[in-house]
């Protein structure tokens, strides 16, 4: 199924537009309020991670039940932190894809019923296209906020489902340069947090224990996948698992401080590398690093290290999922016109590059 965005010639932008942003496409109920696409007015969180940490990850029929119950009053207490009601709203913008079915659901039946109540504009939104634009947002009370984001830039996505280079040329131009063949770099993190008997989500986990270990360690191997801009961790994971197994035989006991670290460092070296290679390449003038992955301390430190200047990477609270993501993406939206009707439907795989071209 195809996106239902209808595009007319881009417009100006307006002075003070104020987009709701709702996102449910996983396991954070989510309601944002954000004005001009980068001044953040209020963003609420609900976050799942103790319900489903039983799990050992997310168990979605569990995710849609706690977003019907949490929706509503996120999205009032939303408003109520911007001190603002419906009435002072230009659009809605919500979460239409990728993410769990029963999810997406849930949020943009939320949409609808906002939208169509107070006759408001329906946006919808792609969840990686949310991630990137995290990279605009700030809050309302900054003194100095930081510059938005020079074009063309190279943006990298790295969440628990995704890992993909993209290029942008303008707003809303989209060129995906590579994705992972495999497991996702979050999903790496979480398999093996498991491998190391690490709580769950594994991203915290391990970077958390990393810190007392030695990156060098062990020399887990890289998969550069050379000429092209694809990721790979899969081998990583394996090589893991049997060093695990070899270690187990250690009367110390595993080390697993120094294999998080040794891991952690693979995967850092990685995406920083090949992040590098193809802003290098495509005369990126800015470099995006979007995602839940982005909030790990030691890829941070490494991107800053390789690039002093025009690294954007949002802070901890915006690198996961959120709505004011959605309600920053929705507003480039918004200003170029493009809506969509209330038999707007979910697109569980949803493709960002698609979003350059609505139907």
């Given at each position: 199924?195809?996106?239902?965005?209808?595009?007319?010639?881009q417009a100006?932008?307006?002075?003070?537009?104020?987009i709701?942003?709702?996102?449910?496409?996983c396991?954070?109920?989510?309601?944002?309020v954000v004005?001009d696409?980068?001044i953040?007015?209020?963003?609420?969180?609900?976050?799942?991670?103790?319900?489903?940490t039983?799990?050992?990850?997310?168990?979605?029929e569990?995710a849609?039940?706690?977003?019907?119950?949490?929706?509503?009053?996120?999205v009032e207490?939303?408003?109520?932190?911007?001190h603002?009601?419906?009435?002072?709203?230009?659009?809605?913008a919500?979460?239409?894809?990728?993410?769990l079915?029963?999810?997406?659901?849930?949020?943009l039946?939320?949409?609808?019923?906002?939208?169509?109540?107070?006759?408001l504009?329906?946006?919808g939104?792609?969840?990686?296209?949310?991630?990137?634009?995290?990279?605009?947002?700030?809050?309302?009370t900054?003194?100095?906020?930081?510059?938005?984001p020079?074009?063309?830039?190279?943006?990298l996505?790295v969440?628990?489902g995704?890992t993909?280079?993209?290029?942008?040329?303008d707003?809303?131009d989209?060129?995906?340069?590579?994705?992972t063949?495999?497991d996702?770099?979050?999903?790496a993190?979480?398999?093996?947090?498991?491998?190391?008997?690490?709580?769950?989500?594994?991203?915290?986990?391990?970077?958390?224990?990393?810190q007392?270990?030695?990156?060098?360690?062990?020399?887990?191997?890289?998969a550069?996948?050379e000429?092209?801009w694809?990721f790979?961790?899969?081998g990583?994971?394996?090589?893991?698992?049997?060093?695990?197994?070899?270690?187990?035989?250690?009367?110390?006991?595993l080390?697993?401080?120094d294999?998080?670290?040794s891991?952690?460092?693979a995967?850092?070296?990685?995406?920083?590398?090949?992040?590098?290679?193809a802003?290098?390449?495509?005369?990126a003038?800015?470099?995006?690093?979007?995602?839940?992955?982005?909030?790990?301390?030691a890829l941070?430190?490494?991107?800053?290290?390789?690039?002093?200047s025009?690294?954007?990477?949002?802070?901890?609270m915006?690198?996961?999922?959120n709505?004011?993501?959605?309600?920053?993406?929705?507003?480039?939206r918004?200003?170029?016109?493009?809506?969509?009707?209330?038999?707007m439907?979910?697109l569980?795989?949803?493709?960002l590059?698609?979003?350059?071209?609505?139907?």
């Amino acid at each position: 199924m195809s996106p239902t965005h209808h595009t007319s010639s881009q417009a100006e932008p307006l002075a003070t537009v104020r987009i709701l942003g709702i996102e449910t496409s996983c396991d954070e109920t989510a309601a944002a309020v954000v004005a001009d696409g980068r001044i953040i007015l209020s963003s609420v969180v609900a976050s799942q991670v103790e319900v489903h940490t039983r799990f050992g990850g997310v168990f979605p029929e569990v995710a849609s039940r706690q977003h019907i119950l949490a929706i509503y009053p996120i999205v009032e207490q939303a408003l109520q932190q911007a001190h603002l009601t419906l009435d002072d709203i230009d659009g809605v913008a919500v979460t239409r894809g990728p993410g769990l079915p029963g999810s997406l659901v849930v949020g943009l039946n939320a949409a609808k019923g906002l939208a169509l109540a107070n006759n408001l504009p329906l946006i919808g939104v792609n969840h990686l296209e949310g991630h990137i634009y995290s990279a605009w947002l700030y809050q309302d009370t900054d003194q100095k906020p930081a510059s938005a984001p020079e074009f063309p830039s190279l943006a990298l996505i790295v969440s628990g489902g995704h890992t993909e280079l993209i290029l942008m040329k303008d707003h809303l131009d989209y060129a995906r340069l590579g994705a992972t063949l495999d497991d996702a770099a979050g999903e790496a993190f979480d398999k093996v947090a498991r491998l190391l008997g690490l709580s769950y989500p594994g991203g915290p986990s391990i970077q958390n224990t990393a810190q007392g270990g030695n990156p060098l360690a062990f020399d887990f191997p890289r998969a550069w996948l050379e000429d092209t801009w694809n990721f790979s961790f899969s081998g990583l994971k394996t090589a893991v698992l049997r060093e695990v197994r070899k270690q187990e035989a250690n009367p110390r006991g595993l080390p697993t401080q120094d294999l998080a670290a040794s891991f952690q460092a693979a995967v850092v070296d990685v995406l920083v590398s090949k992040t590098m290679h193809a802003a290098k390449k495509f005369n990126a003038r800015s470099i995006l690093v979007a995602g839940g992955v982005s909030a790990n301390q030691a890829l941070r430190q490494s991107f800053a290290l390789r690039l002093p200047s025009n690294l954007h990477i949002p802070p901890l609270m915006y690198c996961t999922d959120n709505a004011a993501m959605i309600a920053a993406a929705g507003y480039q939206r918004f200003v170029r016109s493009q809506r969509d009707g209330l038999d707007m439907d979910i697109l569980p795989n949803w493709p960002l590059t698609e979003t350059t071209r609505p139907d």
